[in-house]
Structures are given as C-alpha cells and as structure tokens.
C-alpha cells in the first residue's frame, strides 16, 4: 500500500517566491497533518484537518502560510511570500482519524525547502 | 501544556552494546498516548511504537524495547546488542486522548543514536 506522498522532495526558490508544498495521504484515513522541521525549533505541528476541515491552525507561524484540502486525498501548502527563515523540511503526515482517539500517524517522506 | 523532554541530546555506543534512550513528559490528561519515532539519515519519520496511558506493560518487539512508567511520567526505549543500521535520531512524543485537539502531536528535541562498528 502506498503511503503519504509528498512533492516535490526537494525544493530551492528565491525569498519573495511562492512556494506551493502538495500532499497526498494514505488511502482511507481522515486525519492529515502538516509539520515543520528545523533546527532550531524541532519538530512543529503547523496545521491539522479532519474530514477535510480545519480543526487547529494554531501553529501556522503567520498570514504568509496557508493550507487547504480540498478533498481527502490532497492537501496544499503553500507560502506566499516566501522568506529564508522558512527554510526547513515540511512533513506530512496522517491518520485514521477516528473521532476521539489519538491514532498512529504516519509521516510522508518530507519537501526540503530552501530559500534563498 | 504537554512538554516532551529527551535530556540525552547525543549517544555514542559500539554495536552490540545496550542502550537506553529516556524520555520524560508533561500532562494535565488522564488520556493520553505516547509514541516514538525514528528519522533514520535519509529523513523520513518512522512510526515505532504507540501506547496509552492505561496501560503500563512494557513492550518487547525484537531487539526493541519500551518502560513505560506513569509514577516518574517516563517512557524509555531500550535497544539491545545495537547495530550500525540503528544509527538515527529518535523522537518521543505524547498526544492527547480525547477532547479537542486530541490528534496533536508534541514531539520531543530527539536523541542522536550513533552506533559505531
């Protein structure tokens, strides 16, 4: 079975740029997650849905990020204008979803974004 | 607030030898999962282990395993006779049970495991 998929793995644009990052979860599950990845901070949850619909945005650092998914197999994200401190690697990740349980998530492989 | 501590930032053994890698964590919920992951270097998070608070057994899967410990809030992973392929960092995480946000993740700073030939 195919797991979370995640383009383009690697990604290099200059600061200003739009920089759009896909996501496509595992088959079924109803949960999705993004993450961000730096030195830094760690690991950062960014944003989560559920069926869909955004349930915590809480960790989307400013108006620069966005996310959408419009349907359950595809997720966006997406930042506008892109700055080098958002230089980090971007997970993926998600879960069954089931309402009330904390389920197993599993990650895809990672955008690495630099920005220069 | 839910806070995840790893004090072991670095750990170098030689294979074959034993090692324990600790984590430590912080909830007001009776709820609650802990989970470790694996981020060997080619990047990718590789899902371990997930338990819930009820359940204090420890786990044994292969050379992998886990003491889970509500009295000193810990969750410690255990690697027996270690091998090079071993070598990754390693996230412990807790989430909570129920209410909203249930699916949140906080992750730990993560422990560099390397093991030597």
């Known amino acids: 079975d195919a797991g979370v998929i995640q383009s383009p793995r690697h990604e290099v644009t200059e600061m200003g740029q739009e920089v759009t990052l896909r996501c496509k979860p595992i088959s079924g599950h109803n949960s999705l997650f993004w993450y961000r990845q730096t030195m830094m901070r760690g690991l950062e949850l960014l944003i989560y849905?559920?069926?869909?619909?955004?349930?915590?945005d809480s960790g989307m650092p400013e108006d620069r990020f966005s996310a959408k998914m419009p349907n359950a197999s595809f997720s966006t994200l997406k930042i506008q204008p892109s700055e080098p401190r958002d230089s980090a690697v971007y997970f993926c990740?998600?879960?069954?979803?089931?309402?009330?349980?904390?389920?197993?998530?599993?990650f895809g492989p990672g955008t690495r974004l630099t920005v220069l | 607030a839910q806070k995840v501590t790893q004090a072991q930032t670095e750990i170098s053994v030689v294979e074959k030898e034993d090692v324990t890698l600790d984590c430590v964590y912080e909830t007001r919920d009776t709820t609650y999962y802990l989970f470790w992951y694996k981020q060997p270097p080619s990047g990718e998070l590789v899902f371990l282990i997930r338990?819930?608070?009820?359940?204090?057994q420890n786990e044994i899967s292969g050379r992998y395993s886990w003491n889970f410990q509500k009295s000193t809030s810990s969750f410690n992973f255990t690697i027996t006779a270690s091998q090079v392929v071993d070598s990754a960092v390693y996230f412990c995480?807790?989430?909570?049970?129920?209410?909203?946000?249930?699916?949140?993740?906080?992750f730990g700073q993560g422990t560099i495991l390397t093991v030597h030939p």
């Open positions: 990740a998600s879960s069954p979803g089931l309402a009330g349980a904390a389920d197993t998530q599993y």
């Open positions: 995480a807790l989430s909570k049970g129920g209410g909203t946000s249930y699916g949140k993740l906080t």
């Open positions: 849905f559920n069926n869909n619909v955004p349930i915590d």
């Open positions: 338990r819930n608070s009820f359940d204090e």
